[in-house]
């Protein structure tokens, strides 16, 4: 049986009809449950009255079931002529349900389980036909075929049973899963009649009288054979391959674990050979034909493995099988253990015993305390013990007895002193990292064998001599500590890695390079390093170096000829040091480099020796002053090159880019421009980064002002990058963004899943509800059933941040909310200090989380990892996991403040690597935010990640810098007329409003023609007039922007008022240009009614302005008598606001109704700008979204400039001073020959 999917998901919908959907509605209780397998009927009259049945024709193996939650499986079964009900989780096992049992009850608590609370939510989600791939029903058993990753082959055959020649040939198929050989028919594989056989110690043969055919026979007399005919000879030596590595497995094992078996297959018990039996995961049963009363007849039975079967009550009849030494019996719900088990203990050859005092016993060799609450521990009396694993625990103090102490690993916990007596004179491994030891203890520097000492993450001021001088240690972590300095070595030793990152180290001894011939690994990044010591004293230099971390020191030139003493050098990192030149003659000796890391220096250029470098595959020099592209693209191993945030103006490339190349990244160099042919030859690169030349409309200009955003990725030493980012700087076509960061650990599918479809999940549930913590939760939760068959075994982290005004509160600041799963985490930066927003979802982390899984009978392995598989208990996917795995994420919301600077997301490697502190402090004075996570991904490379690697940086300028209201200090025209400006351009025309800027105009599509007329003439007057550019000043409301909305009791109460748009050329909705019938429009002459939600509006210019005051009035206003509102058009350093005309209710035709300066389409690009554009045109060209809202984008013609001579500055300033006069002259012309003669100037009548 295939691994259930979604294929029956498209139109599922349609099953209802409109009576079902008001039963439904009527009660929360009620319900579908979608039943497979089920052959074609009709819904029977003597169905019980609580159970409806509906089918479609479009799919016959498919019944949609209306029921409650108190409709028992039993009642289902006879309103569908069924003898039983089977449930399938996440594609899995499947096991027959209990007549009692309630299948829309149990789909219910499934949801509530996942994080569902709202009852009305939890209904809908219920009818959803995608939650088949995680919970699913079925009318009769499925065949378990391929549902396993264990499926070897597979295929459809002419099969024939027996030895003889009596029997025919027939049409079968067949699979061969794990050890054993599947056949059944074609029609009954779905219904799970099928024939196993088990091949361990059987017999493949082939057939000489029938050409292509191969026989299976199992072990035994009395075992049948079946011969297969295949229709190719490299089809049938392909099944003899395979089938002949199982038969020449041991006899005595046979594995059916993950079969959803009830019972055993009656052939197997003439088998009598078999020692150990897997029965895992199946559902077996007590008192069945082969059920487990029945395995007392294997004789020869020594291990029996019947763990997650949930049998409730122990198999008795165990206890009769005399020769079982080993028994698994866990997770199965075990209450009590029946006192005849006694007779398995005198019989088991036990290995571990549990008493209370450990002094008693003498032999115990291994002790394993892992993950436990322990503050002290004393084993000093266990006088044979050689190794012991203790860590995150919270040990302060450690005794132990040293006689045969081999291997100590006590990680992550609060030692201050740990005592082992005597000398450990046969240890050659400790692991200490992650505590508080302010030294290191004598009696290790006393060990003779020790070769492994890991004192990273404590508090030493200094590392002892003689650890250096020992003749037997080969691996040195020292890290993360206080070490000032390292003690002289005058004697050669025999260390391969020595780790000295993030310490107060300004030099390295003379000698060490000379005296640590065998070192191939230093990793001294994060240090002071000023200086190298020389690698020889002689012509030629013995060095075996290998790999050298030298990052954030401050490294200079001088360190350059130093390297040329390590001829070996493969990798190479001298990120963010000192270095504004690299000589030539120097690179030119790294011939065995492979990896180079130059970035965050003051470089100005690549050596052309970097050619002779043949064995390079990784350059990364972002974050300098390069200007010439390096002569990098012959080098016949390049893979990986990143010159990002540079200042490259031109590239050479040869006619041929080397077939290695993989990824290209030129981001960030902004005077950097590529030819087309450049581009056609970059174009077989698989990833290649360019900068896109940003179309700046109003969306983007208002969100750009408020923040911006830089994305970094690197794969390591992998061969695919597992990580995805989202960012959306203008959300929802307004001011608010979403940024999002996806880790998916060694699958890549599930992240570029979530990157498409998590800002539309986010958009949806944001419409239907305005509480954080509601719209947060439901959009994970929506995106983890969206993730369907990929996942049901594949998981991911996922961390969301989305920043939005509060609707509540129009006159708030902007709020980030954050919610995460898994250990991807989000840092803002606030006032200098790291503020995390995220929770790490790990049995590590989060004691709350390890004490649910366990609880929950889960499996928590050794390396501290549920069920061996993940280590966090929250992430999106992996669903076979449930309940232990739930996609339910952690919330945190937070005003944004003037002191809020930078928002970081990393994922897991990136925050292993970095601490909070560091992160924030390393790019919070970087401006360019690209630069930024570049730099945090360069870190952690440098600091030892080898895994991908994400970086997110996002600058906020939320503060009152980024606010253009007029009442924060902007100098304004006053009655004097203009500021001493002698150029002034002219005022952009009226464009459409846009969502980012403050103004959004929906389609009413809940309000007739009538009603939106009758609200029109609530906000507008039936009479207008309209000024010209000479026009005098006349007050109006404050200019305000999004920081700060109008006040409550302002004008500008971001009131609806609507208006009435019309046809700029015809009356039946064609559009200019091409006399085609607009989508969306009526054709029959009718108005659209426009519902325009007014409010302070801020957008910025497309070109940059001076800093000196630019700007240009254009004031609308209307009769004395109308009392109507007006609005006025201002420019002021780069920042424009869209001009309103006032609304009335029947809007005269003019030649132009409706002006844009430039449409943006929905494949990105913008057409040419025109004098006249049809507003509704650009807004049915708009997403169809729920929202209704539009963008039309604002551009500013650069030619729209209006110079004021000299001579003509005083007198424009006198009418300026005289608003009065000015008015009155407007005021005494007709409204028809006024609106004709502003025509050319305001085409936008709102």
């Not at 399938?88 to 789909?107: I, K, S």
């Not at 070595?489 to 990152?501: F, K, R, T, Y």
């Not at 459409?992 to 906000?1019: C, D, H, K, L, R």
Request: proline fraction near 5%; charge should be negative.
């Amino acid at each position: 049986m295939k691994r259930s999917g979604s294929r029956h998901c498209l139109h599922r919908r349609s099953r209802f009809s409109s009576r079902e959907r008001d039963w439904l509605k009527e009660d929360v209780k009620r319900g579908c449950v979608y039943l497979y397998g089920a052959e074609t009927a009709t819904a029977t009259a003597t169905a019980p009255a609580s159970v409806a049945s509906t089918v479609t024709s479009s799919s016959s193996d498919l019944h949609l079931v209306l029921c409650t939650v108190e409709t028992p499986a039993s009642e289902i079964c006879a309103g569908q002529g069924k003898e039983s009900l089977y449930l399938q989780l996440h594609g899995d096992l499947v096991r027959r349900l209990d007549p009692t049992e309630r299948p829309l009850h149990m789909v219910y608590e499934y949801l509530a389980s996942l994080g569902f609370e709202d009852p009305v939510r939890i209904q809908e989600e219920a009818t959803n036909p995608d939650l088949s791939c995680m919970i699913r029903f079925y009318g009769e058993k499925p065949c378990q075929m391929d549902h396993l990753d264990r499926i070897l082959l597979s295929g459809i055959y002419n099969v024939r049973k027996g030895k003889t020649q009596l029997h025919k040939w027939a049409e079968r198929l067949v699979v061969l899963c794990g050890t054993c050989l599947i056949v059944s028919s074609v029609k009954d594989c779905q219904t799970g009649k099928m024939h196993i056989l088990p091949l361990v110690g059987g017999k493949v043969e082939e057939l000489k009288r029938r050409q292509h055919s191969l026989a299976f026979s199992s072990a035994g007399a009395q075992a049948p054979t079946y011969h297969v005919c295949f229709e190719s000879l490299a089809e049938c030596q392909r099944w003899y391959r395979q089938a002949s590595k199982v038969v020449s497995q041991r006899m005595s094992t046979v594995d059916l674990s993950c079969y959803s078996l009830e019972e055993v297959p009656e052939h197997l018990f003439y088998s009598q050979d078999i020692t150990y039996l897997n029965l895992r995961h199946n559902f077996m049963q007590l008192e069945r034909p082969g059920g487990l009363d029945c395995l007392y007849r294997f004789s020869q039975l020594k291990g029996l493995n019947l763990s997650h079967n949930k049998l409730g009550l122990f198999p008795i009849l165990l206890c009769e099988i005399s020769t079982l030494t080993e028994l698994n019996l866990s997770c199965n719900g075990f209450h009590e253990l029946p006192g005849q088990i006694g007779s398995l203990l005198k019989l088991n050859n036990l290995k571990r015993t549990v008493i209370d005092n450990l002094e008693g016993n003498k032999r115990v060799t291994h002790v394993d305390l892992r993950d436990n609450q322990l503050t002290d521990l004393d084993l000093s009396s266990l006088g044979n013990l050689q190794q012991l694993h203790c860590e995150r625990n919270q040990l302060r103090d450690l005794t132990l007895s040293g006689f045969t102490l081999r291997a100590l690993c006590a990680n992550s916990n609060r030692l201050t002193t740990v005592n082992v007596y005597p000398v450990p004179s046969l240890l050659t491994s400790l692991e200490l990292s992650r505590n508080q030891l302010e030294y290191v203890p004598d009696w290790v520097c006393e060990s003779k064998k020790i070769e492994v000492l890991d004192m990273s993450y404590n508090l030493l001021t200094e590392v002892p001599i003689r650890i250096l001088r020992s003749l037997s240690l080969r691996k040195l972590m020292v890290g993360h500590n206080h070490v000032q300095s390292l003690p002289v070595l005058l004697e050669h030793i025999p260390l391969e890695v020595l780790d000295l990152q993030h310490n107060l180290l300004t030099r390295l001894p003379d000698t060490l390079f000379s005296k640590a011939l065998n070192l191939r690994y230093l990793n001294a990044s994060a240090n002071n390093l000023e200086s190298l010591p020389s690698a020889c004293t002689g012509e030629e230099s013995l060095s075996m170096l290998q790999l050298l971390y030298l990052t954030s020191n401050q490294l200079t030139d001088q360190c350059i000829p130093v390297l040329v003493g390590h001829p070996h050098l493969r990798i190479l990192h001298l990120a963010d040091n000192q270095l504004q030149t690299f000589p030539a003659s120097k690179l030119n000796k790294l011939e065995q480099l492979e990896e180079l890391n130059l970035s965050g220096n003051k470089l100005k250029t690549i050596p052309t020796t970097i050619a002779n470098c043949k064995q390079l595959h990784t350059l990364v020099a972002h974050s300098n002053n390069i200007s010439i592209f390096p002569e990098i693209l012959h080098l016949p191993h390049i893979q990986f090159v990143d010159l990002s945030c540079n200042d490259l103006t031109e590239i050479l490339i040869p006619e041929a880019l080397p077939p290695t190349l993989q990824d290209l990244d030129l981001t960030g160099n902004t005077n950097l421009v590529l030819e087309h042919k450049t581009l056609e030859i970059f174009s077989h690169i698989t990833t290649l980064k360019i900068d896109q030349k940003p179309l700046l409309t109003a969306d983007s200009a208002g969100a750009s002002t408020f923040w911006s955003h830089g994305l970094a990725e690197m794969a390591g030493q992998r061969n695919k990058l597992c990580v995805s980012a989202l960012a959306v700087d203008n959300f929802a076509e307004g001011v608010e963004a979403v940024y999002g960061m996806f880790d998916g650990d060694r699958n890549e599918e599930l992240p570029r899943l979530l990157q498409c479809t998590m800002a539309d999940v986010l958009l949806e549930e944001v419409q239907q509800s305005a509480i954080d913590t509601v719209f947060m939760a439901n959009t994970f939760l929506v995106s983890h059933r969206k993730l369907g068959m990929a996942g049901q075994k594949l998981g991911s982290s996922a961390l969301l941040c989305y920043v939005r005004h509060d609707t509540a509160d129009p006159t708030s600041s902007f709020t980030l909310t954050v919610a995460n799963v898994g250990t991807c985490q989000a840092v803002l930066c606030r006032n200098g200090q790291p503020l995390p927003l995220s929770r790490v979802f790990s049995l590590e982390h989060c004691p709350e989380e390890l004490q649910r899984v366990k609880e929950q009978k889960a499996i928590v392995t050794e390396d501290n990892k549920v069920n061996g598989v993940t280590c966090c208990t929250r992430m999106l996917g992996c669903t076979y996991l449930y309940p232990w795995i739930l996609p339910k994420p952690h919330i945190y919301s937070l005003p944004l403040t003037v002191q809020d600077e930078l928002l970081i997301l990393g994922n897991k490697a990136l925050w292993e690597r970095l601490s909070y502190l560091e992160a924030v402090t390393a790019v919070r004075h970087v401006h360019d935010p690209l630069a930024a996570a570049k730099k945090l991904c360069t870190l952690a490379q440098s600091y030892g990640c080898q895994d991908n690697v994400g970086a997110m940086v996002i600058c906020l300028n939320v503060g009152e810098d980024g606010c253009t209201c007029e009442a924060n200090g902007l100098n304004l025209p006053g009655p004097g007329g203009f500021a001493s400006a002698t150029t002034v351009k002219d005022a952009p025309k009226p464009t459409t409003p846009s969502s980012s800027s403050g103004i959004a105009s929906e389609f009413s599509s809940e309000m007739s023609t009538s009603e939106v007329s009758s609200e029109v003439g609530s906000t507008a007057s039936d009479e207008h007039s309209a000024t010209g550019l000479d026009a005098s000043l006349v007050p109006r409301p404050e200019r305000r922007c999004s920081l700060h909305p109008m006040p409550t009791l302002g004008i500008f109460q971001r009131q609806p008022s609507c208006a009435t748009f019309s046809s700029n050329q015809s009356d039946n909705g064609l559009d200019s240009d091409d006399d085609q019938p607009v989508e969306g429009v009526i054709t029959n002459g009718s108005k659209v009614e426009v519902e325009v939600d007014i409010h302070c509006c801020r957008g910025k210019g497309l070109e940059a302005s001076p800093p000196a005051l630019e700007e240009t009035s254009l004031i609308v206003g209307p009769e004395e008598d109308s009392g109507g509102l007006f609005f006025r058009f201002r420019r002021q350093n780069s920042v424009s606001c869209a001009a309103l005309l006032p609304v009335s209710r029947e809007l005269q035709k003019s030649p132009s109704a409706s002006c844009l300066y430039g449409k943006k389409l929905s494949n990105g690009s913008v057409v040419p700008l025109e004098d006249s554009l049809n507003l509704i045109e650009v807004a049915t060209e708009a997403p169809k979204k729920k929202t209704g809202y539009f963008c039309a984008p604002a551009q500013l013609e650069p030619e729209d400039q209006l110079v004021i001579p000299r001579d003509l500055e005083e007198e424009v300033k006198e009418q300026l001073k005289h608003p009065q006069d000015a008015r009155g002259t407007a005021d005494s012309e007709p409204w028809g020959e006024t609106q004709a003669d502003r025509s050319e100037e305001l085409d936008t009548a709102l």
